[in-house]
């Protein structure tokens, strides 16, 4: 099996007072697509989601994604399989003119309140590239063997 060639980019990255003292997000394997985002909420003061509750965490972050690409906040598998907490917008975009703080919008779907602590792994961040399409209006479509088809239509 030969290596596939990927592509390294910088990501020019401020952090914000509020995430002085935790590491910037990265890869924890070698071939891991995402950079893991950790919370930046005060330490001593976990935020708190009760069932079925949602909640901004912020990341203390704050990227220059390059013209062309995308970030992409992911949920954590693991966090979503134990616990029931899963990013609400998954996957929720960062567009390359976004200047503001990345912040990460938990819900928790267990069946226990569950605690976001300062420094705990809460989502991913991948860098996509991405495709600026424009519509152009017709009045016909080119048939397919799907056509109208939708939600369910080619299995069960």
Request: charged letters at 20%.
């Given at each position: 099996?030969?290596?596939?060639?990927?592509?390294?980019?910088?990501?020019?990255?401020?952090?914000?007072?509020?995430?002085?003292?935790?590491?910037?997000?990265?890869?924890?394997?070698?071939?891991?697509?995402?950079?893991?985002?950790?919370?930046?909420?005060?330490?001593?003061?976990?935020?708190?989601?009760?069932?079925?509750?949602?909640?901004?965490?912020?990341?203390?972050?704050?990227?220059?994604?390059?013209s062309g690409y995308e970030g992409?906040?992911?949920?954590?598998?693991?966090?979503?399989?134990?616990?029931?907490?899963?990013?609400?917008?998954?996957?929720?975009t960062i567009d390359a003119d976004?200047?503001?703080?990345?912040?990460?919008?938990?819900?928790?779907?267990?069946?226990?309140?569950?605690?976001?602590?300062?420094?705990?792994?809460?989502?991913?961040?991948?860098?996509?590239?991405?495709?600026?399409?424009?519509?152009?209006?017709?009045?016909?479509?080119?048939?397919?063997?799907?056509?109208?088809?939708?939600?369910?239509?080619?299995?069960?």
């Amino acid at each position: 099996m030969t290596e596939q060639k990927t592509t390294d980019l910088s990501i020019p990255t401020v952090r914000l007072p509020h995430g002085e003292g935790l590491e910037l997000p990265r890869r924890e394997t070698a071939h891991a697509a995402g950079l893991d985002l950790v919370a930046a909420n005060p330490a001593g003061e976990p935020i708190r989601l009760e069932k079925f509750a949602r909640a901004l965490i912020p990341t203390g972050l704050v990227l220059q994604i390059p013209s062309g690409y995308e970030g992409q906040v992911r949920p954590r598998s693991g966090l979503a399989f134990r616990y029931g907490v899963t990013v609400a917008n998954a996957p929720g975009t960062i567009d390359a003119d976004y200047r503001g703080e990345v912040k990460v919008l938990l819900i928790n779907l267990g069946e226990e309140p569950f605690e976001v602590v300062r420094g705990m792994r809460i989502a991913q961040l991948v860098i996509a590239p991405v495709s600026f399409a424009t519509l152009t209006e017709t009045k016909i479509l080119d048939e397919t063997v799907r056509g109208i088809g939708g939600f369910g239509s080619t299995g069960v």
